[in-house]
C-alpha cells in the first residue's frame, strides 16, 4: 500500500477528495495532513476523516524558506510517504525541497498550464477573454507550475463569468481530477489523462 502525505494552506476540498478516493482496492491510504497554519480549515475535515493532522507554521521561519522547509521535512519523512500530494498548499518550494520529493510529488492548479502560472488564474483568463479554462494536475519540479502534466480537465468559460463563478467551475473539475490522476499515479501510471466538460 502506498503511503500518501497531504499538503494544505485553506479549506482542504481537494484534500477531502483526495482521502475520501483512497478506500477498497485503491493502492493508497492518507497517512498524514499537513497545513503550514493552524488556522487552515482543512485540519479539521482530515481529523473528522480520521487522517492524522500536523502544523508545521512557516511564520516562524519568516524569510528563512530552507528553515521553514527543514521543518516540514522532518515532519513529512517521520510519515514515510510515498507520494506526496499538495493541495491547496500556498508556499512556494525551493529547489532542494523539489528535488528531495523528485518524481513523488504532484500538484493541483488552477488553470490549463503552461497558461497562467503563479497566482489569480481565473482572473487572467477572463481579462485575457479565452474561451475554455481549466485545472491542471502535475509532477512539482523546481520551476513553478512547471512539472510533467499528468491530467487536465477544461470547462467552457463564458462571458458572464466572474473569478468566482469560474473557479466554482474548476474547482468541481479539480474535485474529479486529482483523485483520478492521483489513483493512476498510484499504479504507476504516468500517462496524461484529459477530461472535458460541456
Ligand atoms: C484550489 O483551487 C487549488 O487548485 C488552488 O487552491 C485551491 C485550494 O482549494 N491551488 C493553487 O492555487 C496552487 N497554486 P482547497 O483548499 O479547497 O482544495
Known amino acids: 500500500m502506498k503511503r500518501v502525505v497531504i499538503l494544505i494552506s485553506g479549506g482542504g476540498s481537494n484534500m477531502v477528495r483526495l482521502v475520501e478516493s483512497m478506500t477498497g482496492d485503491h493502492p493508497a491510504r492518507p497517512v498524514l495532513v499537513i497545513a503550514n497554519s493552524a488556522g487552515a480549515g482543512g485540519l479539521a475535515r482530515a481529523a473528522d476523516l480520521g487522517v492524522p493532522t500536523a502544523v508545521v507554521d512557516h511564520r516562524p521561519h519568516k524569510g528563512d524558506r530552507p528553515a521553514f522547509e527543514a521543518e516540514l521535512i522532518r515532519v513529512i519523512d517521520a510519515a514515510a510517504p510515498d507520494i506526496l500530494c499538495l493541495a491547496g498548499f500556498m508556499r512556494v518550494l525551493t529547489e532542494g525541497f523539489t528535488a528531495r520529493y523528485a518524481g513523488r510529488m504532484l500538484n493541483i492548479h488552477p488553470s490549463l498550464l503552461p497558461k497562467y502560472r503563479g497566482l489569480d488564474t481565473h482572473a487572467r483568463a477572463i481579462a485575457a477573454a479565452d474561451t475554455e479554462a481549466g485545472c491542471t494536475v502535475h509532477e512539482v519540479t523546481a ?25 466554482a467551475r474548476v474547482l468541481e473539475q479539480e474535485h474529479r481530477l486529482y483523485p483520478m ?5 498510484a499504479e504507476g501510471d504516468r500517462s496524461r489523462l484529459d477530461l472535458t466538460t460541456a
Open 181 to 185: 490522476v492521483l489513483r493512476r499515479f
Open 143 to 167: 520551476e513553478l507550475d512547471g512539472g510533467p502534466i499528468l491530467g487536465q480537465a477544461r470547462v467552457p468559460l463564458r462571458a458572464d463569468d466572474t473569478p468566482a463563478t469560474l473557479a
